[in-house]
């Protein structure tokens, strides 16, 4: 089992940054993919970005391709999202996610992704 808990939400103006964290519990995250999702009021889940376990890949959505950067920190067993240059639009409930039996990053399919954290809110606005 994998506990994940997201934090670093908040509301910010736009054009300023965000760091998100996923820190993790009861396993170790060198055996699992993170994803960070995020889901709009009104909208479905949407998976921006993915770092694979077996090799750091990174992979990234378009909308946030250039701005955002996920990047894992094994010693502390967290992922991050770095979020820059935000937008109106990027306004949503993030959440991280981990695979239960690959590590690599395979797409945004929720089924994909057997541990979820509680999500952190993200107001982007002026």
């Known amino acids: 089992q994998v506990q994940l808990v997201e934090s670093g939400g908040g509301l910010v103006q736009p054009g300023g940054s965000l760091r998100l964290s996923c820190a993790a519990s009861?396993?170790?995250?060198?055996?699992?993919?993170i994803a960070w999702f995020r889901q709009a009021p009104g909208k479905g889940r949407e998976g921006i970005s993915c770092?694979?376990?077996?090799?750091?890949?990174?992979y990234y959505v378009n909308s946030v391709k250039g701005r955002f950067t996920i990047s894992r920190d094994n010693a502390k067993n967290t992922v991050y999202l770095q979020m820059n240059s935000l937008k109106p639009e990027d306004t949503a409930v993030y959440y991280c996610?981990?695979?239960?039996?690959?590590?690599?990053?395979?797409?945004?399919?929720?089924?994909?992704?057997?541990?979820w954290g509680q999500g952190t809110q993200v107001t982007v606005s002026s």
């Open positions: 996610a981990a695979t239960g039996t690959s590590n690599y990053c395979s797409g945004y399919e929720l089924y994909v992704y057997d541990y």
């Open positions: 009861g396993s170790s995250l060198d055996y699992h993919a």
């Open positions: 770092i694979s376990a077996s090799d750091g890949e990174t």
